[in-house]
């Protein structure tokens, strides 16, 4: 795939999932400048782009202070950047009267406040034309029950990308969104309802089915390498007409 010209790329959750699998993707694209941002150092620290330029920022993308230091450090190490991925994200589940004030702000802070700062930083790194894909959720659209901190969060985050749009296209900066469905990543372990389903199932990938089979037309999740392959569609100058669009991958669930 072709990309812009200064292509070293911003991927924040890049430790893990799709972040992870991103990264390998756009290496195997022939994407050599990295700076990766996660806040689980050694997962990332473990992350492997042999040959690559990569700069790694241990941090939590909701914290301003460590956006101050990254934009510092990415313009010292690469001049900018020309691609960047809005990726890192928490879940969170609870119907809205037990929702605690606490739970809301936790996810709200991470997917909301986390997606503007890495926005802002992409904005101003990219000095012309370039592409940013904004990781929302299919739970951005589509309003299930026990889901309305997350929901919430995609949903404002999805907005952001078609605002950014906006103000980027006279210069040439895209900015996209992704709707997956169901992924089939760790973001999902630790999650009460999905806890109880794996331990009553016997297995996770039984978990995982089952949840597909009963809500998404084509019977199954995506994989991490799915979802990264779609976002180094929409980065690269294949998804040259697309801007301010919101890409679902959800298998159908959202028809
Ligand atoms: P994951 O848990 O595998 O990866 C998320 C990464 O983000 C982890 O490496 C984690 O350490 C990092 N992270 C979490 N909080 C952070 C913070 N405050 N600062 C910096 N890094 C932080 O999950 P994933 O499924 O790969 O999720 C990636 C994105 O995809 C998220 O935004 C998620 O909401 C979205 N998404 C996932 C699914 C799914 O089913 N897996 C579906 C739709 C959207």
């Known amino acids: 795939m072709n990309f812009a010209p200064n292509a070293a790329v911003l991927i924040t959750g890049a430790a893990s999932g799709i972040g992870k699998a991103t990264a390998e ?13 996660d806040i689980d150092e050694a997962r990332l620290a473990a992350l492997t782009l042999e040959g690559a330029d990569v700069l790694t ?26 691609l960047a991925v809005v990726n890192a994200g928490v879940s969170g589940a609870g119907p809205i009267a037990d929702l605690s004030f606490e739970d809301w ?5 991470v997917n909301l406040d986390g997606a503007f700062l890495t926005l802002r930083a992409a904005m101003r790194l990219i000095a012309g034309a370039g592409a940013i894909v904004v990781v929302s959720s299919i739970a951005g659209i589509k309003a299930e029950p026990g889901v309305a901190a997350y929901g919430a969060s995609k949903a404002a985050a999805a907005h952001l990308a078609k605002v950014a749009a906006k103000e980027g296209a006279p210069r040439g900066l895209r900015v996209n969104a992704i709707l997956p469905g169901g992924v089939d990543t760790p973001i999902w372990n630790g999650m009460g309802f ?15 089915q089952a949840m597909a089979t009963a809500a998404t037309p ?9 979802i990264a392959g779609q976002i180094a569609f929409l980065l690269s100058d294949a998804a040259a007409t697309m801007t301010g669009a919101l890409l679902t991958s959800d298998g159908g669930y959202s028809l």
């Open 25 to 37: 993707r756009l290496y195997a694209d022939g994407v050599r400048r990295f700076a990766l941002v």
């Open 57 to 82: 920022l241990t941090g939590d993308v909701s914290d301003p202070a460590v956006w101050d230091k990254a934009e510092r450090d990415i313009s010292a190490r690469f001049g900018g950047l020309g």
């Open 105 to 109: 702000r936790r996810v709200l802070s």
């Open 194 to 208: 999905f806890d109880d389903m794996v331990r009553d199932l016997g297995s996770r990938d039984a978990a995982l």
């Open 218 to 226: 084509l019977g199954r999740f995506a994989t991490a390498d799915e």
